[in-house]
Nanobody, 112 residues
Framework: QVRLEESGGGSVQPGESLRLSCAAS?????RKWYRQSPGQEREFVAG???????RYSASVEGRFTISRDKAWKTVYLQMNSLKPEDTAVYYC?????????WGQGTQVTVSA
């Protein structure tokens, strides 16, 4: 079993930055960030696999950066130039031995 814990959320103004962290109880070489706004389905934001393979949704490409520590225990999501439409609960996810695990999420609110 893998435990994931997100942190780093908060309330910021448009144009500001936040860095989210996802700490895992086990090193896994696949980590993804998703987000969910009220009344919306959970959507993919960014993913990191293998050594350096990254993928981003079109809505965050160029503004968000996913990275990790060397031990694959903590994965980060650097979010720059935040917009009100980025407001959501952000979740970290990983697949490990055939099972998908999710964290509890961290709230990000972007408003003037």
């Amino acid at each position: 079993q893998v435990r994931l814990e997100e942190s780093g959320g908060g309330s910021v103004q448009p144009g500001e930055s936040l860095r989210l962290s996802c700490a895992a109880s086990t090193s896994t070489t696949l980590r993804k960030w998703y987000r969910q706004s009220p009344g919306q389905e959970r959507e993919f934001v960014a993913g990191l696999t293998g050594s350096t393979t990254t993928r981003y949704s079109a809505s965050v490409e160029g503004r968000f950066t996913i990275s990790r520590d060397k031990a694959w225990k903590t994965v980060y999501l650097q979010m720059n130039s935040l917009k009100p439409e980025d407001t959501a609960v952000y979740y970290c996810s990983t697949d490990y031995r055939g099972t998908t695990y999710w964290g509890q999420g961290t709230q990000v609110t972007v408003s003037a």
